[in-house]
Every structure is written in structure tokens, then in C-alpha cells.
């Protein structure tokens, strides 16, 4: 048994598969899952998980997989994370719940704290809570329309902004996410982003294409605010053009727009530095923050401009469970080992071994068609070979030849064909390379 490096439970660091997958053990349970959870709740890897940390996850049949999701980018500090263990442990004998708002506790204001300490930009700042992703981006809309008076807001193709119905409709991809679920809410409109790869634009002709259609089919004068992933996720790890974000915030500061920057998948060291927009050079009026917070407990956040937070009036942001003391208890213990461990350095050397083994690879296999992401948001985009195809079948055939052999993969991009890679920052060099080595493997083989 050797120690993970950040602790969690004592699992040994290693890629074993002792049956198919899924093995027995699990098969039962997704015997149990099909009679008793509804059939939209899909799952990616068909396998009861029993224990998991450091980088990889046990499951009931005694198969250990080496974890390059994190849950879709949560546990950053490990799953079990030993400080995060121990701040929930303590939190939850003391009190589990008194609603915020009725009775307000020390770990909410902390966070709050924190959140307006360590966010882009140095301005005075406010936060509110609430429980997941897309429960902040509702809340993010509700406070830029109450502030500017105004209704509009604009999302970008490939975008993702969460399930609920205001989220779906911000949301861009159809299937598996909006299709059958509407109507949408109104107000809500799209336009194009920047996507080096596939519109061969720079960034300032992709933002004036943006701006153009903006101003053209909603008018500054009806939008509200302006959403946007740093790197967008779901849609495929899409970085945009240099310049990009920083001509769409001149546009929305200038017209008095509220510029939102959607930092749920990015934030907290993932990409090598705490926050994404650190990296693009802009400074959002409105921050979104989730998946990463609280080491697997559910928190979101919204934190920006004092003038902006505070307008809207009270009783009019909360939640029965919104900043929940546990959850706050944990995202402060997980913040403080982002600070102690060092871990956007972390996530830098984790990307830095991911680019460098795909662009080795990609010398021999053109289907690799683009490398892209930061730190330790990775991707690789899947095409058919000496085309910009999108090779999706290929794309599922890796995914599921990697759980097989014992590693969680997760897939993205509205076409389907990008492999994504978010491994815990608690894993170990040697894993994360057994892991791509799987990877190559599965590409070889199909
Ligand atoms: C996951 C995600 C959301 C939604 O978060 P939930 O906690 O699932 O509601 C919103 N925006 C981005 C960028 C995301 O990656």
C-alpha cells in the first residue's frame, strides 16, 4: 500500500483489472440502477465505485482505474482529500444546517472572503452562494438583469452552462442536453465564438463576426449581460483566439453590459493558474465558480463588483441549502491546499506531460488533428484522417477500450470526437503516463 500523494485513503496507486467490465459485482448493481433510477441518468463507465483518491477509483469487484476525470473536474485536490475529510468530519459535528439566511454562520462569510480575495480583478467585490453550477449561472443572469434593467443575454455556440431550463436554453448542444426538454427561456441568444481550429479566424475577426451579430440582432441597449467559458468544456476544450475575450469585454464594458465570465469547469488551479481569466487577459464583472470549490461537496458561487452584487435587494438571492456550513467548511480546506500544495504549479506539469505525449503521438497519427488546453485541461480532437472530419465513432470506440483496460475517459465536443483529459492534480506522473499510454493503445487498436 503506498500513500497517495495527498493522502486520502491508502489505495494503491495502480492500473489493475481483475474481471470484465463491468464485473459481477457491479453488473448487479446496474441491474438494481435499471429497476430503481430513471433511464435519463446515464452513466459513462458501467462500474460501482467503493473507494477512491490519490489518482485512482476501486470498485466493488476489486478493479482499480486510473482516474483522468475527477468527476468532470472536481476533485482537484484529490478525491477524500485528508484535509477535506477532516474539515467536513469536524463541521458536521458541530451543525449540519440552519438555512443562511435565516441564521447565518462564520464558514459562509469566509468563503465569501476568499472568493473576493482570490478572484480576477482588484476591485471590492461580494459573493453569494448556492449549490451547484448551474444554480450560479441562474443567479449570475438574475443579478446582471437586475442591475442594468435590462432582459437580453448573449451565449456563444458550444457553449454549456448546466440542466436547468434558463441553463439548457444558454446551453448549446441539443443532445443529450436540451432534446424534448422545452420550451426554453426567452431572451436568450447565441452567437459565434472562437474556434482556432475549426474557423481558421484570429481572435479580433472572430470577436468582430460576435460583435457584429450582437449589435445587429439584440442591441446594447437590451443586453443585460454577455456568458462565456474562458475554455469552453462540454463543447471541446475550446480555447479561443488570442484576443477574443479581451475585444468582447471592451465591447460589453463600453456598452455597459455585464461581462460574465462561466469559470465552473475552469477554475481553481485547473488550468495552472487559479482562475482561467488570469490567463486571457480580462477581468470579469461576474465570476461563476463550482465544480472545483469544495473537493466533491456542492457549492457554487457568484463573486464580483460590489455594485453590481449588491443591487439586487434582500430576500431576493438564497436557498434553503445555498452555502451549505459543510460545504464551506470543505471548500475553505480545499482552497487552502491549493495554496499549500502548490497545485496550479501542479496542473502545469500535468498538462506539460499530456501535450508533449499527443504531440509525440500526433507525428505518427494524423487522426490527432489538434492538441489544445491549459494545464491540466487537456484535449485531443478526433478526426477522419487528411480531413477536419470529426471522427465521434473513433472517439467512443477509445473511451470504451480505455475503461475496459482500466482507465476513466471522458469525451466531449458538439461534434462527440474530442477525448478530454482532467485528471486529479493528486496523481502521480507514473499513473497519468500509464493512463495516456492506454490512451495510445486504444487509438492503435481502432
Ligand atoms: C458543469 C458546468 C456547469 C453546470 O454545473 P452543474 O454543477 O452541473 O450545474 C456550468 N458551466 C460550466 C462551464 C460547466 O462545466
Known amino acids: ?149 435590462r432582459n437580453a443575454i448573449v451565449v456563444f455556440d458550444h457553449a454549456y452552462h448546466g440542466r436547468t431550463n434558463l441553463t439548457m436554453g444558454m446551453t448549446a448542444k441539443n443532445m443529450p442536453y436540451k432534446d424534448g426538454f422545452g420550451p426554453f427561456a426567452p431572451e436568450v441568444y447565441r452567437v459565434p465564438t472562437s474556434y482556432p481550429f475549426r474557423d481558421g479566424l484570429t481572435g479580433a475577426e472572430a470577436a468582430e463576426v460576435a460583435i457584429t451579430q450582437i449589435e445587429k440582432q439584440v442591441g446594447a441597449a437590451n443586453l443585460a449581460a454577455v456568458i462565456i467559458e474562458p475554455i469552453q468544456g462540454e463543447g471541446g476544450f475550446i480555447a479561443p483566439a488570442e484576443g477574443f475575450l479581451p475585444a468582447i469585454q471592451k465591447w460589453a464594458t463600453e456598452n455597459k453590459v455585464v461581462f460574465v465570465l462561466d469559470e465552473v469547469q475552469t477554475g481553481f488551479a485547473r488550468t495552472g493558474d487559479l482562475f482561467a481569466a488570469n490567463h486571457e487577459g480580462v477581468v470579469p464583472d461576474l465570476v461563476t465558480t463550482a465544480k472545483g470549490i469544495a473537493g466533491g461537496l456542492p457549492l457554487s458561487a457568484v463573486t464580483g463588483r460590489a455594485e453590481i452584487m449588491d443591487s439586487a435587494h434582500a430576500g431576493g438571492l438564497g436557498g434553503t441549502y445555498a452555502g451549505s456550513p459543510i460545504s464551506c467548511a470543505a471548500a ?86 474530442v477525448i478530454r483529459f482532467l485528471p486529479p492534480l493528486s496523481i502521480s506522473d507514473e499513473l497519468l503516463r500509464d493512463g495516456l499510454q492506454v490512451v495510445a493503445d486504444a487509438l492503435a487498436a481502432n
Not at 474481471?19 to 441518468?41: C, D, F, H
Not at 473513433?394 to 466531449?412: N, P, S, Y
Open 332 to 417: 475553505l480546506a480545499t482552497i487552502e491546499t491549493y495554496e499549500t500544495e502548490n497545485l496550479t504549479q501542479r496542473a502545469r506539469e500535468i498538462g506539460a506531460i499530456i501535450e508533449e505525449f499527443f504531440t509525440e503521438l500526433q507525428k505518427t497519427d494524423s487522426r490527432i488533428g489538434d492538441i489544445r488546453g491549459r494545464g491540466a485541461m487537456q484535449a485531443i480532437e478526433l478526426v477522419e484522417t487528411g480531413s477536419k472530419t470529426p471522427a465521434a465513432a473513433l472517439t467512443g470506440a477509445v473511451a470504451k477500450q480505455a475503461g475496459d483496460q482500466g482507465v476513466i475517459l471522458l469525451t466531449c465536443g458538439t461534434y462527440g470526437n
Open 1 to 149: 500500500m503506498s500513500e497517495t500523494p495527498l493522502g486520502g485513503p491508502a489505495l494503491p496507486q495502480e492500473r489493475k483489472v481483475v474481471t470484465a467490465i463491468p464485473g459481477p459485482k457491479s453488473q448487479e448493481m446496474l441491474a438494481r440502477k435499471n429497476a430503481a433510477v430513471a433511464a435519463g441518468v446515464g452513466v459513462a463507465l458501467p462500474v460501482s465505485i467503493v473507494a477512491a483518491g490519490g489518482g485512482v477509483m476501486v470498485d466493488v469487484d476489486g478493479n482499480s482505474f486510473i482516474d483522468l476525470g475527477s468527476g468532470i473536474a472536481v476533485t482537484g485536490v484529490g478525491n477524500a482529500a485528508p484535509k477535506v475529510v477532516e474539515a467536513v468530519t469536524n463541521q458536521v459535528q458541530q451543525f449540519t444546517h440552519t438555512c443562511f439566511t435565516v441564521t447565518p454562520y462564520d464558514g459562509y462569510v469566509k468563503v465569501a472572503e476568499k472568493l473576493n480575495e482570490l478572484t480576477p480583478g482588484d476591485f471590492e467585490k461580494r459573493s453569494a452562494l448556492f449549490n451547484s453550477g448551474a444554480e450560479a449561472l441562474e443567479n449570475a443572469v438574475k443579478i446582471a438583469r437586475h442591475y442594468t434593467k
